[in-house]
């Protein structure tokens, strides 16, 4: 059984900074990609942030700059640095392999105010 649990999230002022955390359980961590997601009311989950087993990332280009994903591998967790956080970061955000698997865990909400 995946379990994926996110933490991390809360309401943070333009320009502030927060930083996520993603437990997984299961084997999904040890031999995939992992990433972050995102998905505001009425739009499709998109990816913003992928890191591979080898530590590799790369990012969607509206966070690519101000984000920083990084993941520990003893601990099975994966990690999202915001940084510079603007108003249109507001959503909740989860985690998952790359590609993702049927398995979302609850997400955590990230609110910036302007």
């Known amino acids: 059984q995946v379990q994926l649990v996110e933490s991390g999230g809360g309401l943070v002022q333009a320009g502030g900074s927060l930083r996520l955390s993603c437990a997984a359980s299961?084997?999904?961590?040890?031999?995939?990609?992992m990433g972050w997601y995102r998905q505001a009311p009425g739009n499709q989950r998109e990816l913003v942030a992928r890191?591979?087993?080898?530590?590799?990332?790369d990012y969607a280009g509206s966070v690519k700059g101000r984000f920083t994903i990084s993941r520990d591998n003893a601990k099975n967790t994966v990690y999202l640095q915001m940084n510079s956080l603007k108003p249109e970061d507001t959503t909740v955000y989860y985690c998952?392999?790359?590609?993702?698997?049927?398995?979302w865990g609850q997400g955590t909400q990230v609110t910036v105010s302007s």
């Open positions: 299961g084997s999904i961590f040890s031999i995939n990609a």
């Open positions: 998952n392999a790359v590609p993702p698997s049927k398995y």
């Open positions: 890191i591979t087993s080898g530590g590799s990332t």
